[in-house]
Nanobody, 123 residues
Framework: QVQLVESGGGSVQAGGSLRLSCAVS????????LGWFRQAPGSEREGISS???????MRQDSVKGHFTISEDSANRTLYLRMDSLKPEDTAMYYC?????????????????WGQGTQVTVSS
């Protein structure tokens, strides 16, 4: 059974940083895409950044130079480093996985999801 468990969320002032972690267990298969998503109150869930088993990274333009995705494949842990946080970054952040490369289907097709971790940025 595939499980994804996020951690590292919290409250921070604008301009601060956080690093989210996502521990992945139970996944078998050579190809995968791991992604970070977020959902703010009253908004749809949006994909932020993803990395696949080929090491290719996708990210939304809005987070370039602001959020950095990385992976410790040996320890099956996904990270999202978030710098220069803004109040509009306040959301529930989720990690997710799908069994294909990230470029196949883009932000769709993710079938495994974590429970989410809350990030709150105050001005």
């Amino acid at each position: 059974q595939v499980q994804l468990v996020e951690s590292g969320g919290g409250s921070v002032q604008a301009g601060g940083s956080l690093r989210l972690s996502c521990a992945v267990s139970g996944y078998t298969g050579a190809s995968y895409c791991l992604g970070w998503f977020r959902q703010a109150p009253g908004s749809e869930r949006e994909g932020i950044s993803s990395i696949d088993s080929d090491g290719k990274i996708m990210r939304q333009d809005s987070v370039k130079g602001h959020f950095t995705i990385s992976e410790d494949s040996a320890n099956r842990t996904l990270y999202l480093r978030m710098d220069s946080l803004k109040p509009e970054d306040t959301a529930m952040y989720y990690c997710a996985a799908k069994r294909t490369f990230c470029w196949i289907g883009g932000w769709s097709g993710f079938i495994y999801w974590g429970q989410g971790t809350q990030v709150t940025v105050s001005s």
